[in-house]
């Protein structure tokens, strides 16, 4: 193994003075050293070589990067490089044989010790140039949450959400340029919100308290119906837990929901998991832009949404690991379509709630083997002065692994 070109360094807002020597005396040998203007204002001191800040797009910085490939470089990087790190996007183009590592304790880590939270019971998001509503799922009593913000405009703007999802009495903590002279901290009330001045750099602490009625999202699958926006076009609670448990999600694979409604097995899915990607292909375009909603409501935002009639909108979609048909499933080929794109060992279930698309399954199950399940629910309801059970209509559900 030769010796690493690249060295990438973590580096606080305390500059030179929390680098160790190992750290000091690469960034002083380097030929090049590449960081954003901020990191190489601070390491500024010890910069012997070439300083190249970040360029836009950040693709190019990379390929002048690996151009110097064989010559000492630096990267300097925001605390630990790799926890929503720089580190994680050289990785891809550099072999980790080739880089040395020298990180520095991240804004989590000096959140977490100045307020004296024990980092493993904590939810890290980083909500830096991402959608706000990636928060809401971890949206449970007494929950404890840091998150990093794009600018000074993000701590506003995530106490106006946990406002208005009925989590106003949350206390919010914003640390702005935690380890260096600029270091502050100050604590609000959500729904009270009013600070000024705030720091482009920041972290957010966030200690959950919910008020009546707030959108607490259930970790179990088969979220309440009413937590939907819906016209109708939705797979009911029951029916949605058993379908999501017969679909089987595993740990960074990706769902296509076919005919997705409201797009509720969809959201479901990538609820299990923060490595759940699903795509929601749907022709009706009112019904797409409800399933937008609902994603950003639910916070998985990353649903990607395919407006289009299947299966002529498979066309460039990545392979699925699973696949669910909750309607038309009868149009000609579908299915058919859906069983060549599914990866090898990949899932497919599909619930019919029509004669058609009953016998459709039939003919499948005949053919290809899997399992055919029936499913029956019953509410109560008024009946005259008293309550009898009223049937929903039945599901036939078939599901299917490709050998």
């Known amino acids: 193994m030769s010796d690493p070109w690249l060295t990438i360094i973590g580096i606080g807002e305390d500059g030179p003075d929390g680098l160790s020597p190992a750290a000091r005396a690469a960034i002083g040998e380097a030929e090049l050293v590449f960081g954003g203007a901020r990191h190489l204002d601070l390491a500024a001191g010890l910069i ?7 360029t836009t797009p950040f693709s190019d910085s990379v390929d002048a990067l690996l ?29 980790p044989a080739q880089m040395r590592v020298l990180p520095a304790p991240s804004s989590f880590s000096l959140a977490a010790a100045r307020l004296g939270w024990p980092l493993q019971e904590v939810a890290c ?14 949206l449970h009593a007494a929950a404890r949450i840091l998150a990093l913000t794009s600018d000074e ?8 959400l946990l406002t208005e999802a009925g989590f106003g009495r949350s206390v919010v903590t914003v640390m702005e340029a935690l380890g260096g002279k600029r270091e502050r901290v100050r604590s609000q009330i959500a729904e009270m919100f009013g600070l000024h001045d705030i720091d482009p750099l ?45 679909l089987s999600p595993r740990r960074h694979e990706l769902l296509w929901d076919i005919g997705a409604g409201s797009g509720s097995i969809g959201i479901e899915w990538m609820l299990a998991d923060s490595s759940l990607d699903a795509v929601a292909i749907e022709r009706d375009e009112d019904r797409a832009a409800r399933i937008e909603r609902n994603a950003r409501a ?20 990545e392979a699925p690991h699973a696949v669910f048909i909750g309607g038309g499933g009868t149009e000609p080929g579908l299915i058919q379509a859906a069983m060549d794109a599914l990866r090898r060992g990949g ?38 002065g008293m309550t009898g059970w009223r049937p929903a209509m039945p599901i036939t559900q078939w599901r299917w692994e490709k050998p």
């Open 347 to 384: 899932r497919l279930v599909a619930n019919a709630v029509t004669l058609e698309m009953e016998q459709a399954l039939l003919f499948l199950h005949a053919g290809h083997g899997g399992s055919l399940t029936r499913l029956s629910v019953a509410r109560s309801d008024a009946l005259g």
């Open 125 to 138: 998001l980083s909500l830096h140039g991402r959608p706000l509503d990636l928060i809401r799922p971890h």
């Open 202 to 246: 920041n972290i957010c602490a966030v200690t959950v308290v919910p008020l009546p009625g707030a959108r607490v999202l259930p970790l179990a699958s088969g979220l309440d119906d009413d937590l939907f926006e819906h016209d109708g076009q939705i797979s009911k609670r029951e029916i949605r837990a058993l379908t999501l448990s017969a």
């Open 153 to 160: 405009h993000g701590p506003a703007a995530l106490a106006a």
């Open 298 to 317: 639910f916070g998985v935002p990353d649903l990607r949404i395919v407006r289009g009639k299947a299966p002529a909108a498979f066309a460039g979609l």
């Open 67 to 95: 151009v110097a490939r064989g010559r000492k470089v630096c990267v300097l990087a925001s605390g630990d490089p790799f926890h929503y790190g720089v580190g994680a996007t050289l990785s891809r183009h550099v072999d």
């Open 48 to 54: 012997r070589g070439e300083a190249r800040p970040w």
